[in-house]
């Protein structure tokens, strides 16, 4: 499945036409010349919040996250989120982060063992 072309929000949309998609559309700038920047996302029909991963909805959260910090912290934002960008991409891989496959091994009972007390005196 695809995303329509054109967006809901266009005047180039034909109101004839069933919108058969979700979009999520997030404001980044205007302009009083008129300049507008979005980022839009599209669930196509049939999806929902249930389908996407954590990463994706983890990356969804971050966009109305960062919709929301004032415009004053942003070049701090961009700083930290460039720097573990950075941090990541430079992580080698866990070869352990992958569970080895599980193996049955046979084994009995054997002798049984009490553990001895120590005792344990306050020294003032």
């Given amino acids: 499945m695809h995303c329509d072309p054109l967006l809901p929000q266009t005047d180039e949309h034909d109101e004839s036409q069933e919108v058969t998609n979700l979009w999520l559309r997030f404001p980044v700038c205007s302009d009083p010349a008129g300049l507008q920047v979005f980022i839009d996302f ?33 070049k701090e934002t961009a700083e930290s989120l460039d720097e573990m960008r950075d941090f990541y991409a430079a992580a080698p891989v866990n070869q352990n982060a992958i569970a080895p496959e599980s193996k049955t091994v046979e084994a009995r009972l054997g002798q049984v063992f ?5 005792p344990i005196t306050d020294e003032e």
Avoid: K, T
């Fill in 42 to 74: 599209c669930l196509p029909e049939g999806n929902d919040a249930g389908a996407l991963s954590e990463a994706e909805m983890y990356r969804l959260y971050c966009h109305v996250l960062l919709q929301q910090i004032p415009a004053e912290g942003l």
């Fill in 114 to 118: 009490v553990r001895p007390v120590f």
